[in-house]
């Protein structure tokens, strides 16, 4: 399977937490679709929220994305894309974090 040119596409929400008998489940609707373990640093049952709140984390995010768009904000602190700004992961900013996540979440 060719990762860098297929798209990803996820499971949308909303997505519930519930209780298992042994770990927190990940359910849509009436389907399980994870089922969380312990890992070494612990917070199971947070990361099971974590998870759940993902679809609606991810479209929140876009929504930020467009709406700074319109308002002229494309990049860094109000400047535009074509100055000198190195725009991408590593950048401090907000505006590049925010795409930095879709990006991740999006598997590009």
Request: charged letters at 20%; a neutral charge.
């Amino acid at each position: 399977m060719n990762t860098a040119t297929q798209k990803t596409t996820h499971t949308t929400g909303p997505l519930e937490v519930v209780k298992g008998r042994h770990t927190p489940e990940i359910l849509k609707g009436a389907n399980t679709i994870a089922r969380l373990h312990e890992t070494s640093e612990g917070g199971m049952l947070a990361n099971a929220y974590l998870f759940a709140a993902a679809p609606e984390l991810l479209e929140a995010c876009k929504e930020v994305v467009e709406s700074l768009h319109n308002l002229g904000l494309q990049d860094c602190y109000g400047r535009s894309f074509g100055g000198t700004h190195t725009r991408g992961v590593d950048c401090p900013c907000t505006c590049c974090k925010v795409r930095a996540a879709i990006a991740k979440a999006e598997g590009r």
